[in-house]
């Protein structure tokens, strides 16, 4: 017999039981951005980077300058710098990671190992006093490395846990789920530093200990995804089984190599990397550099910092999720490009920020949060549109170096630009040209088609 028009075929004892192992595997996905993030928010957006510069400039010679490897660095410079440093060396070990996850299969002991590596460097830091600006610049290098290139594995997991039509929702849950841990650390960060003597402890002890409690709270977190999540045997996996072995960093960069040759017969999946490394550089260097902008420029002081970055947290959740219904409506293309505008025009506005005003750079940390998610889980649902079956992992690892491997770009910019000028409005205004290049390239990619290129189906909103 027929199923009647308008009714829907009920799911199989098999498809249910599927589909229930598919919303687990989602649920412990989640959780690795609700574990990680707290390292974004409280370590590289709030803390770090004002502390790490008051270090470095209390190590300072009488012209302002220290002095790593026998180089002159203004001390002002010296965070910016290190995070270009730590992209370095992320794009050197990434497509190693990349290349071994498709290999094996085995994604969660590569999971594993970033994390708790990057983990134990953040935990590290509750040692960063005096003038230990090197220890700070060394242990800032390994954790932001680790947590580039733990997200390769992490991504590539999201075309094998969601299908189509649900991966802007899952993507943007994740990020959801990445800004209300990043919301409820910074509320329990604030309360100890704003009332640091009341707990006996010194300013300095109470930023060094939000810091390692990052790194603790990215630890114990990350056990959920490793419980729940699965690692799959895929073609690529098998075939390596039977083939030759050869040295890890050797395959690691014939297989990128391999993955750009691949990726030049789908000139589409390339022009979208293109774009989405020109404007997420200009994320990221806002993302590490807005706290310094905002005590260095500003004069604000660490509590009106944090509260500015919880705001941004709180209304990021909202953002993500919103922009996400949005996609659903207008097509995540549109929707990123609206969020590069209001990123254009919100910097803009950044620049004129009078010195010693708190509403003005509140209402700048709102304006960051509606977009800030938003454009980012919609990139990565939308990329994943663009990967062929079956080499989840290789291309992802070539999305994280679009995503961190030009993100030393943006900081270098901002720490030259500081460096000559003296300005950090100078520096970041500069920042303005990466979200209007980013929207011109992405606009002229039609990705419908790049997702028929890449021989996936095409959504009916993308």
Partial sequence: MGVPPGERVP????????????????????????????????????????YLTAVAKSAADADGYVHPLGIPVRAGSFFAYAVSASVVLAILVMPLAGAAADRTGRKKPLLALCAYLGAAATT????????????GGLLLIVANASMAVSMVVYNSYLPQIAPPEERDAVSSRGWAFGYAAGSLVLIVNL??????????????????????????????????????????RTASSASSASSAPSAPAVHGWRQLAATIRDMRG????????????IYNDGIQTVISQASVYGSEELGLSQSTLITAVLLVQVLAVGGALGMGRLARIHGAKRTILGSLVAWTLTLGAGYFLPAGAPVGFFLLAACIGLVLGGSQALSRSLFSHLVPPGKEAEYFSAYELSDRGMSWLGPLLFGLTYQLTGSYRDAIV??????????????????RQAVRDAGNPVPERI
Avoid: N
């Fill in 11 to 50: 799911p199989s004892e098999g498809e249910a039981d599927e589909a229930a192992l598919r919303k687990r595997e989602q649920h412990g996905w989640y959780f690795y951005d609700w574990a990680c993030s707290v390292y974004s928010t409280s370590v590289l957006t709030v803390f770090l980077g004002p």
């Fill in 266 to 277: 789908k000139p589409l999946t390339l022009a979208f990397l293109l774009a989405y490394l």
């Fill in 191 to 232: 309360v100890l530093f704003t009332a640091h003597d009341s707990f006996g402890l010194s300013e300095s002890m109470a930023v060094r200990i939000c810091l390692a409690s990052a790194g603790l709270w990215w630890g114990a977190f990350t056990l959920v995804p490793l419980r729940r999540l699965r690692d799959r």
């Fill in 430 to 447: 500069s920042l303005v040209a990466f979200f209007a290049l980013g929207f011109v390239l992405l606009a002229r990619v039609p990705v």
């Fill in 124 to 135: 590290g830091l509750f040692f960063l006093d005096g003038h230990r600006y090197l220890v």
